[in-house]
């Protein structure tokens, strides 16, 4: 089961409708973070999100809206008295920015802090991976992508009645070793398993402007959360941003079944945004979402399915 939490969607600053980038992604009782924008504890405590559950924080890049909660988070997670490690990922330079950042004030975790910093890299956990890969925003930045692994077919009812095999500890044994002795033969797990099921994708771009990088990453992903900072390109300036245009078009090449347009500038409403971004994404008939912050999505057989902490709070 995974879940992903939109905790801060906005970018640049936090404003009354929106905080600034976080997203959680929780599988299988844990906590992965992405980004750790300013004020990332209280949107963690509204969502009833433990810190303490966080063994994982990825930093896209160091730009204040998108690291400055990490303080928050460490010194609640100390005051809790914490004791396992915790692990910072980011691009180069994450070392000494973590270092200068946690020597800025009058307190030291009780706990270790291992910071990882990346290039374009396969980091495997358990039941799943990390990927990171390079973006363009003018500083070191990366995006990241959670896979998966691939989990085994469905149990297929009428080849276990064929092997005489029953639910129960031995289709348990049969999962956990992969094949067993049965009244005398032998069963492999796939010889009662359908085609095994391709694992979850979602991707992560952090900021950029358009870069086939993310195209490349984001084939096929279940799930893309692509900052679409301005509706407009005359907005961008000079900035490495992007438009929802150039996200939907990003998300109609690479394929991904939904695009979640991240990271608007704090200039347009929601609602201005939104029906702005309909019109825009229509074009390319790309399913999308403008996730506000407390939404969460969670895989719904082939689609996703949305629901606002929020709106569940009322
Ligand atoms: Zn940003
Ligand atoms: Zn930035």
New binding site residues.
Partial sequence: MLEVFFLGTG?IMPTKERNVPAIALRYRGEIILFDAGEGTIRQMNTAKLSPMKVDKIFIT?F?G??YLGLGGLIQTMNLWNREKPLHIYGPKYTFELVQHFLNSGFFRPGFDIHVHELGETRLKFGDYEIWSFKVE?G?P?LGYVFRERDRRGKFLPERLREYNLSEGPILGKLEREGKIEWKGRIIHLEDVTGPRRKGLKVVYT??TEPTERVRLFAERADLLIHEATYLNPDDRGGS??STVKEACETAKRAKVKLLALFHRAFRYTYGEYSVEAAKICGGFNVNFIVPRDFDVITPKSDSWELRSLLEEGK
């Fill in positions: 970018g890049h730009h809206d998108h925003h500083i930045a952090g900021d490495y941003h």
